[in-house]
């Protein structure tokens, strides 16, 4: 296989890593107010997250770093091509990584609720522009001859794009919620397996509707049985969640999100930016890519550090693998601005 | 403003502010691991609540500093288009190598950290601070590689088809010794920032302890923390002088118009004088420079070590550097930034010492001290080596204008780039002056609550500690939180 087609696999995988880890991030992080009705409820939801949701998010700055070595054009056409909507990702990002830290430091109701809102908004906005995102890359969009993106910004908000949107965010929503029936006990558990079933009904139609449109408009013939895979596991969760099985729930929604992953790479193959305006400018795993060197170079950093990255990871997720219910939620810890007593 | 000026405000911006709170973390985490470590051998409760005071204020400045990190990974892209895919071949690499070698590291196991006390067995979880430690370091390892790729390229051809640099040498790259002497130099730098904030919060509680009559307050506790802070700064101030001299001897070298500006040595000279006080036109003309105060020969010997060698000044260079690269462009950079960023750099590094030899004399011998002034100045000492690490990259990156990938006097001609030719084309000057105002507005408000957060949290003072209540791995008991 050719190192570039190597490396578009690569970023494949590292994007279905951030997609399906921080998909769950996202989708607690917008449930926090839905499926936490009290302050100790709340905690719980946050709580599932708290120790893995910055290492999840490292998934984002490794495949963007990654795109930048193995396709710099594909890097330099992208971000500067999507600039607005990346630099509302980069703000949601910003607010909600500040929040998760901040929002225990000040005991105060209403310091807790501006952080919390805070988190909702650094959730729903890149799930809804994560799905814009990657459905115009693989829509095409208008780029000229010299790799630059001449499209402006009304354009990405087209209708295929905007399903794309409605797809990652029910994606997110139930993946969050099946994660939090996993990860806890109690009311929150009861709550988020209910919500999840519910949820996952209208994420199969909607996302079943996106797969099948974008296999018809811009796929290949192999991808059908990624758009299979992808409808069975949406299907499985539906029939899981009703059962609240909630391993193979959790299980299928990622197989799900990695589905939709591969279904937009694969469609995009040998692409990696198709171009509206003529399919000549379309930027490659050819055109768009480092050298055969840098590929090299690459490849063996990504094999020696990939797989310790996933068993350190992976050994976080067994070391916080307890359930996590209202009675685990201590007393708050945090100071309040008032000067407290006097300690020296 | 056209769409580079806001560009180049917009990267100066966000940078300088990621980079006020990560020189803290990459000095902090260390200390906060040295501490745990201390408590962890000897039993002593000091240093656990010292570990989870100077802890707290290590995860209040991490989060801000990881936000804004984030902006930086796809700032390139977004208003630097054309520079990235100039330099992609060569500068992607250590970026990529950076999260997944580094930035993996540190997040997975600063959330160990977090949550993992009384559930994790202790050498574990004494094992994850350090491991953040790494992270946090090695990350200013990769950065710094691509940065000084930038000053001094190497490990890399021209191909002229593609008018793209192309990386022929992975271990040029990662051992320039450009990026040989900005590590320690950088590393140093972040030891004197960690230091001095360790030995400024704990001097002023040493004060308010002793002032209200808690001497034994302040010697058990905050005495030792003193002395931490203060061996590390002198330590870290040796570290930063020294290596701040191979780093400009090289700089000489490498980028003699960035030393000539940051003299304002506008004519070459035999046995140039280091100039302490300058004035001149404001509008960046060397013509109307003045040496107000010098000491003769001085900069001669800090460039070559001999008082009376020759440094060419920037007229010559500019003369030089047309004949190589093309007549309509000035090639020396803004005269009065790199002169007195250079300065201020130098100077506020030095406030810090100050704060550490009066530290350590009132607190000689077992003592501890009451004085106020010594409280005022363990404050005021906190900001000064934040400061000069700005003017420090202030100097660095505005003395290498109007380059953004600086010609190697000893490489590839065609290896360089203008500042000028690397923005983005596609994206308009609206665009960049909205994001510009959204980060500016943003990193205010964020900036004015991390200040709150560490001012409230600093003056708390260490915690009581309550011993821990079962054993090492707790699968019962209630999860030590943090959220």
Known sequence: ?344 | MNALELARWQFGITTIYHFVLVPLTIGLTPLVAIMQTVWYRTGNETWLRLTKFFGKLLLINFALGVATGIVQEFQFGMAWSEYSRFVGDVFGAPLAMEALAAFFIESTFLGLWIFGWERLPKKIHLATIWLVAIGTNLSAYFILAANSWMQHPVGTTYNAQTGRAEMTDIGAVLSNPTLLSAFPHTIATSFLVAGTFVAGIAGWWMVRAVRAKNESLARSLYRPAVLLGVVVMLVAGIGVTLSGDTQAKLMFQQQPMKMAAAEALCVSEDGASFSILAIGNLANDCAGVRHVISVPGLTSFLANGDFSSHLDGVTEIQQRDEQRFGSEVNYSPNLAVTYWSFRLMIGLGAGSAALALLALWLTRKGRVTGNKWFARLALGAIPTPFLAASFGWLFTEMGRQPWVVAPNPTGIDEIRLLTARGVSTSVSAGTILTSMIVFTVLYAALGVVWFRLIARYAREGAPETAPPATTDESETGPLSFAY
Do not use: C
């Open chain 1, 1 to 344: 296989m050719e190192l570039t087609t190597v490396w578009f696999v690569l970023i494949a995988i590292l994007w279905t890593g951030y997609l399906v880890l921080e998909g769950f991030d996202f989708g607690v992080g917008m449930l926090i107010p839905i499926i936490g009705r009290d302050d100790a409820e709340r905690r719980v939801v946050i709580n599932t997250i708290g120790p893995v949701w910055d290492g999840n998010e490292v998934w984002l700055l490794t495949a963007g770093g990654a795109t930048f070595a193995a396709f710099p054009e594909w890097y330099a056409t992208l971000f500067s091509g999507f600039y607005l909507p990346l630099l509302l990702i980069l703000v949601a990002l910003i607010v909600r990584a500040v929040a998760f830290e901040y929002r225990g430091k000040i005991n105060s109701p209403a310091w807790r609720a501006r952080w919390d809102a805070g988190i909702g908004l650094g959730s729903w906005l890149p799930s809804i522009l994560w799905g814009v995102a990657f459905a115009n890359i693989v829509r095409g969009v208008a780029i000229n001859a010299d790799a630059q993106y001449t499209g402006g910004f009304w354009a990405l908000l087209n209708p295929y794009a905007l399903l794309g949107g409605l797809t990652t965010l029910l994606l997110f929503l139930t993946h969050g919620a099946v994660f939090l029936a996993l990860k806890t006990d109690g009311t929150v558990r009861a709550r988020a397996g209910a919500l999840a079933a519910k949820l996952s009904i209208t994420t199969l139609v909607v996302a079943g509707g996106f797969a099948v449109w974008t296999q018809v408009a811009y796929s290949v013939t192999w991808t059908w049985a990624v758009v299979a895979v992808a409808a069975l596991a949406l299907l499985g969760v539906v029939v899981a969640t009703s059962r609240r099985r909630e391993g193979w729930a959790f299980a299928l929604s990622a197989l799900a999100i990695l589905a939709a992953v591969v279904l937009i790479f694969g469609s995009l193959y040998p692409d990696v930016m198709p171009s509206t305006t003529d399919p000549a400018f379309s930027l490659t795993v050819t055109n768009a890519s480092s050298t055969h060197y840098t590929l090299t170079v690459m490849t063996w950093v990504a094999v020696v550090l990939t797989p310790v990255v996933l068993a350190y990871q992976a050994w976080t997720y067994w070391v916080f693998r307890k359930r996590i219910s209202t009675a685990d939620i201590p007393a708050h810890t945090g100071l309040t601005f008032e000067r407290s007593r006097e300690r020296a």
